[in-house]
């Protein structure tokens, strides 16, 4: 790995496997894998004031607010500014985009590349209602499937016209994500 601190982030819809892919990453490579969602159910769990705030979101399948977001966000670019990190579920919004390109600008980096993950709507309904958890009823999932597509989705013209979007396909191995 050269010297150079490399970020990277997984972008696709709730079902497409963003999870599974970054937790494969960083245990073949040493990336940090950071998934907002999983650091959000921690924080409701455990009663934490910033759980305590989001709550109420996870469980509707509302996004948190961006404020929230890049406060946690910022967090981890600025505490552990040696590490190598993979953003699972973040940015979700174009303002969150443009707030982590500020806050890496800062820091004297940038994205060495966005990984599209793709699956049909059908496919991650599928996947999503069948994996038990508190947000994944048919009607929240559903419900995150639309949010996605409104707000998450004009990410990937975003990305693309930066010219780091790399399309890994839903099915596809973690090596094209490997290899940055
Ligand atoms: P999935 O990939 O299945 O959508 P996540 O674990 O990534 O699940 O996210 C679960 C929930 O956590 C989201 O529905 C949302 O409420 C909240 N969340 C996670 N990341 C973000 C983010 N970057 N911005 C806003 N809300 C977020």
């Known amino acids: 790995m050269s010297d150079e601190r490399i970020i990277v982030v997984l972008l ?19 990336i940090r894998h950071v998934s907002t969602g999983e650091i959000f159910r921690a924080a409701v769990g455990a009663g934490t004031p910033a759980g305590l705030r989001a709550e109420a979101y996870l469980e509707s399948g509302e996004l948190v ?12 670019l600025g505490n552990r500014c040696d590490l190598d990190l993979c953003f699972d579920g973040f940015p ?23 990984f599209l993950i793709e699956v049909s709507d059908e496919e991650a309904l599928r996947r999503l209602t069948s994996r038990g958890r508190s947000d994944d009823g048919l009607e929240t999932a559903r419900y995150r499937l639309e949010v996605y597509h409104e707000l998450t989705e004009p990410l ?25």
Do not use: C, F, H, N
Not at 12 to 30: D, F, M, N, V
Not at 65 to 76: R, S, T
């Open 65 to 76: 607010p961006d404020g929230v977001v890049m406060q946690l966000v910022e967090e981890y």
């Open 92 to 114: 979700r919004t174009r303002r969150q985009a443009e707030a982590l390109d500020a806050v890496l600008e800062q820091l004297g980096t940038k994205l060495a590349g966005v």
């Open 156 to 180: 990937v013209d975003y990305y693309r016209a930066q010219g780091v979007l790399r399309e890994v396909g839903g099915e596809a191995g973690i090596d094209a994500v490997a290899d940055v």
């Open 12 to 30: 696709g819809p709730p079902g497409a496997g963003k999870g599974t892919q970054g937790a494969l990453l960083a245990e073949r490579s040493g």
